[in-house]
């Protein structure tokens, strides 16, 4: 089944405001990838996390990976409508499986 | 350099049937994988290919099988269609084996009548 575990399911937001999505694994992960998927259309690569404890940024996301390397979020910083699709957290827990969470539904209203 | 890209974009088979999906990798990249989404769901790994091996399965049954051939373009391929099989399948790839992330195209649509 399903080893990694995303929530929320969906958010809906107002223009501006904050958003975060988080992942669990029940087994440590060699490293945590993060990607975006538009409506219609297909994932897109954002990020790649490796190191325990590990925060990157780019412009108004910010990515960590826990320390226990079996959880991670992605936090955006005021909204835009731009940011809309669904944020898929993705890891490896054993040999070559990229194991994706079931994603978060970001919509925000402006 | 150009992207990943599969064909067809759509596809509407018949159950009992056999299809064959395919897939160019993105220029550089060695290793391919291939997913299936369903609808309103996360990517669900199929399988792997590097350097032509495949290098790692997910839970799918063994008609789902793939090939990865010279030139590190794939198929893949699923023998006797269910109505479950319906869903989004995506094809990506990555330099040096996955471990820089992964570049998706945009998938084929395969519904199962």
């Known amino acids: 089944g399903q080893q990694v575990m995303q929530i929320p399911q969906y958010q809906h937001v107002q223009e501006g405001e904050d958003f975060t999505t988080y992942c669990n694994s029940s087994t440590t992960l060699s490293n945590i990838q993060w990607y975006k998927q538009r409506p219609g259309g297909h994932p897109v690569f954002l990020i790649q996390l490796v190191k325990s404890g590990e925060v990157k940024k780019q412009k108004r996301l910010t990515f960590q990976f826990g320390e226990a390397k079996k959880n991670s979020s992605l936090h955006i910083t005021a909204t835009q409508t731009t940011d809309v699709g669904t944020y898929f957290c993705a890891g490896i827990p054993d040999g070559n499986k990229l194991v994706f969470g079931a994603g978060t539904i970001l919509r925000v209203k402006s | 350099e150009t992207g990943v890209t599969q064909s067809p974009t759509h596809l509407i088979k018949t159950r009992g049937q056999q299809v064959t999906l395919r897939c160019s990798s993105q220029s550089g990249h060695n290793t391919v994988s291939w997913y299936q989404q369903a609808l309103g769901q996360g990517p669900q790994f199929i399988f792997q290919?590097?350097?032509?091996?495949?290098?790692g399965r997910g839970n799918f049954p063994p008609r789902f099988s793939g090939l990865q051939f010279p030139n590190y373009s794939s198929e893949l391929n699923v023998n006797a269609l269910e109505l479950d099989d319906s869903a989004l399948y995506l094809c990506?790839?990555?330099?040096?084996?996955?471990?820089?992330?992964?570049?998706f195209g945009s998938g084929t649509r395969l519904t199962v009548v």
């Open positions: 990506a790839s990555s330099p040096a084996g996955g471990n820089y992330g992964y570049t």
């Open positions: 290919y590097y350097r032509e091996e495949e290098n």
